[in-house]
């Protein structure tokens, strides 16, 4: 029976964003009868409006040595992309008290060998999904530019790509005037900067938009405006879940909802250390004198990533609970930022600004694994900045574990038990 007359798969996934697709393709390509709830539609969260970059050579995480105190600075100078709104919520304090504690070398190093792990098998896997599947989504792979206006700042970068030379990810120093050859689209602000070659970009609503056709055509169910109210249980496993769509059963579950995965499993009675981390972008049409290829602005933590189909302003970093509105000052601060790096940072007309929920974890590694407690419930979460990045190696572990496979890197960095408290 097929699942359009069914209301019991063999995998029900909850979640339509980039990693609830991922691992439904590859649960599909299992051979597994895979249906994805959505609480709105695919691709209208944090896997829509980010910047798209496949960024191999982001290895080192945001829990470093002197993190705290570097953002206490900017933020007293007015150049931080981190805002926090003055309101009583005792989850995030307790969160950010445990990202503090994560700040030092030993869980920096731990985490750069981690994430070099899933985004070389993810990077190696989106080459034979597009090699199997026609995505359109604008991929071009041209590296990544880390552009600087601060003589000092571009130094310090120097201790960064020393962590990335023993994987072979270090990048290029161009000065003032070679990083206008690379890159003339620079201003005469921008001092110098680094080029990652490994690193690839594209239009990310267009990936997620064409991979929820392919789970479909593969034989996957996608039911949107279908949202999760509660879990059905007995004894260590989820049965069922009723949803505003009805009820529906599974033999197994992954939860993969993005920001909204601690507040499900809660249901469960399980803590999950995950918080939303609020970003804006700017699409638009391309400018006249467009960047060849996506640019980090370092100073400002922001990202220009240009497209055949158009161009992208996005960053920041804001935790104001699940508030979806847009600050238009926050907006405007990344065209001003842009100004600082650009000759023509905008292009016109402006066709959406956007605000979507990164999946932050308190150690800045993501969470994918089997819940304890519960030995047919999976989560896929607190992929920070590195959804799209990471997407194919998260799908393809998670299908693995699923099937009691081996998988092609070792899971232990992302399992669920190397946080203490869970309930």
């Known amino acids: 029976m097929s699942l359009q ?4 798969s063999d995998v029900l996934v909850i979640g339509g964003g980039v990693i609830g697709l991922a691992c439904a393709y590859y649960l599909v390509r299992d051979g597994r009868s895979v249906r994805i709830i959505e609480q709105d539609t695919v691709s209208a969260g944090a896997s829509h409006g980010n910047c798209g970059l496949l ?12 993190a705290i105190r570097h953002e206490l600075i900017r933020t007293l100078r007015g150049t931080s992309p981190l805002t926090i709104k003055p309101h009583f919520d005792l989850s995030l304090a307790l969160w950010l008290l445990r990202f503090a504690a994560h700040c030092h070398s030993r869980q920096r190093d731990h985490a750069i060998r981690a994430r070099n792990s899933i985004l070389r098998a993810s990077a190696t896997l989106f080459g034979t999904l597009f090699e199997d599947e026609r995505l359109e989504c604008d991929f071009e792979r041209r590296g990544v530019l880390i552009a600087f206006t601060d003589p000092a700042t571009m130094e310090g970068y120097q201790a960064t790509n020393r962590l990335l030379a023993p994987f072979g990810l270090a990048a290029r120093f161009h000065d003032r005037r070679s990083v206008r050859t690379l890159e003339p689209a620079l201003s005469d602000r921008v001092c110098g900067g680094w080029y990652h070659p490994a690193d690839s970009h594209l239009r990310p609503e267009r990936l997620v938009h064409s991979w929820g056709q392919a789970v479909q055509q593969r034989g996957g169910m996608i039911e949107e405006d279908c949202s999760l109210q509660q879990f059905e249980t007995r004894k260590d496993k989820v049965t069922a879940v009723i949803t505003t769509r009805g ?3 599974a033999d197994r579950f992954v939860l993969a909802a993005g920001a909204w995965t601690p507040a499900m499993a809660r ?8 918080q939303p981390g609020k970003g804006y972008s700017i699409t638009m049409q391309r400018p006249a004198a467009c960047p060849t290829r996506p640019c ?6 922001m990202v220009v990533t240009p497209w055949k189909s158009g161009y992208r302003l996005g960053g920041t970093m804001e935790f104001s609970g699940f508030d979806d509105t847009l600050n238009p000052r926050r907006l405007a601060n990344l065209e ?18 956007w605000t979507g929920l990164r999946p932050m974890c308190v150690d800045d590694l993501p969470i994918i694994d089997r819940m304890p407690d519960r030995n047919n419930l999976y989560i896929a979460t607190g992929h920070g900045m590195l959804g799209i990045s990471t997407a194919t190696g998260t799908g393809r572990l998670m299908a693995d574990m699923v099937a009691g496979k081996r998988p092609s890197f070792d899971p232990a960095p992302f399992s669920i038990r190397r946080f203490a408290r869970l309930g």
């Open 55 to 66: 960024f191999v050579s982001d290895l080192p995480p945001l829990c470093v040595p002197g």
């Open 267 to 274: 249901q469960l009675g399980l803590r999950i250390p995950v």
């Open 5 to 8: 007359n069914s209301r019991h």
């Open 247 to 249: 009820r529906f059963t």
């Open 336 to 353: 001003t930022s842009a100004a600082i790096y650009l000759k023509t940072p905008v292009g016109r007309p402006v066709t959406e600004q």
């Open 296 to 301: 980090y602005l370092y100073e400002r933590n």
